[in-house]
């Protein structure tokens, strides 16, 4: 079965310093993955998608990640982080043929002035 | 163009109540999904969609709950006899003809609290 798990349930940097949230997945082939963001109140966007093509996706915000086969992973960085970047983020499967979505548990960004 | 909408934004409800959360898709998006999302945890998928016919529902947690979309257009999710672990966040999103499966927009949310 494809899932995914997020390392850390949250994470505080401070402004102006990098971001990296970390996502590692499960599946026995190339998966397609996202990274969704989730501020308060509002309804969950799309921040960027791998669907085997380049391995390394840029998103919106300046935010991007790698899709690491070797490594299972798929994490999401950002060289320097804004107060407004405060949010929940989720590592996401589709399971191909499914039309679901398995989301991660979710990591929390803190961003310290 | 207006995105996806749900009401009520906030339910409570005591413990037994049955309740009915609404969700309006884009307009003319066909797939439209459901999905519940526990405090402090990721959305998980309850039902999916594709204009009236309801050809997944895999991840409905038990018979109390019930969803439904008879014209293809706006969709009702209910809830029976209302429990204590039903208390979450139940998230609507819908898309549009011909996209990919994982190109679905997102409504903000209905969050439930069972007393």
């Known amino acids: 079965a494809q899932s995914v798990t997020q390392l850390d349930s949250h994470v505080s940097v401070s402004e102006g310093t990098p971001v990296l949230l970390r996502c590692n997945y499960s599946s026995s082939y190339s998966p397609s993955l996202f990274w969704y963001v989730q501020h308060p109140n509002k309804g969950l966007q799309l921040l960027l998608k791998y669907t085997s093509a380049a391995t390394l996706v840029k998103g919106i915000n300046g935010f991007e990640a790698e899709f690491k086969k070797s490594e299972t992973s798929f994490h999401l960085t950002k060289p320097s982080a804004h107060m407004s970047d405060a949010a929940e983020y989720f590592c996401?499967?589709?399971?191909?043929?499914?039309?679901?979505?398995?989301f991660g548990q979710g990591t929390r960004l803190t961003i310290n002035p | 163009g207006a995105g996806v909408s749900q009401s009520p934004r906030y339910k409570v409800a005591k413990r037994g109540q049955d309740v009915a959360l609404r969700c309006d898709p884009i307009s003319g998006h066909v797939s439209l999904f459901w999905y519940q999302q526990a405090l402090g945890q990721g959305p998980e998928f309850l039902t999916y969609f594709q204009n009236e016919a309801q050809l997944d529902k895999s991840g409905l947690p038990s018979d109390r709950f019930f969803a439904e979309r008879p014209e293809g257009s706006v969709s009702t999710l209910k809830i029976q006899r209302t429990q204590q672990e039903d208390s979450a966040v139940y998230l609507c999103?819908?898309?549009?003809?011909?996209?990919?499966?994982?190109?679905?927009?997102f409504g903000p949310g209905t969050r439930l609290t069972v007393t």
């Open positions: 996401v499967v589709c399971l191909e043929g499914a039309q679901k979505l398995v």
């Open positions: 999103a819908s898309r549009g003809r011909g996209l990919a499966a994982y190109e679905q927009y």
